[in-house]
């Protein structure tokens, strides 16, 4: 028998941290939905209302999308970090910890459910809630008498331009990173872990921050001739290529890390 990683225990695992927690999870995708929902209709309220047909023919198309998008780039943002900041709420005290460590499973089995749960279930959530809540917008504002036609969202046609894709790719490996922080606080935090992790991550950031400004603020002085070279587009394409594969690679390193700090959790915690 495999005491690291068995497909059927595993199976059985998921199923259990699902079941046992549906009506938190399902009461949490009605909240996300709900939010969505009323930011889109609002918005779309807002913008209807006030514009002409031929205002909205003209501009209106990418406009409103672009709105939605950052909405939805804003709730996502949110609802990832405090969903991610919960991965560890069944050992955030003595009867949960007893009750889920005594559990016959592996720590890697443990950590994937609610790795699965957390990360892939929450995003296929809020896609859905996504897509749903826009379609009920477009029925709502398709009205006969209107003289405009209301296109659905397009999430990532926004996001990612044709032309050249490296500068959001870089911006959504970092972006992913620094949510990745989360999961990693929450198994140092079980409670409250989302505030905790968030003070943590705002002090790292203005601390890093002064250090660049100090360090820039003594090479970059009004006598120094400092010429910083002039890279050609291919050498700042292979730089973007490069720094996209890093942060990929520290974002999994995360949650590697994570896992291990579970596992020592686990073993430290089980008494």
Known sequence: MNNTFDIKRFGLLLKKDFFENW???MLQALTLFSIILVCFIFQSLNKYSHSNGDYLISYGYDMINGQLV???FIIFT???AVFLSQMMDSIRNKQKRIHYLTFPCSSLEKY???LIIHVVGFILVFLASVYLADLIRIIIYSLPESNFEVRSIRLLG????EKDNKPMALL?????FVLSLYALGSTFWQKSGFVKTTVALGA?????VLIIFGVAATLFTPESQIDLPKLSQGTQDILYYIATAIT????VFIYVLAYYRFKEAELIERW
């Open 23 to 25: 009506r938190k999870y």
């Open 70 to 72: 950052i909405i939805c």
């Open 78 to 80: 949110g609802a990832y």
């Open 112 to 114: 994937l459910s609610k």
């Open 158 to 161: 926004e996001l990612f331009d």
């Open 172 to 176: 959504s490996a970092i972006y992913l």
């Open 204 to 208: 790292i950031a203005v601390t890093g």
């Open 248 to 251: 990929f690679v520290c974002t």
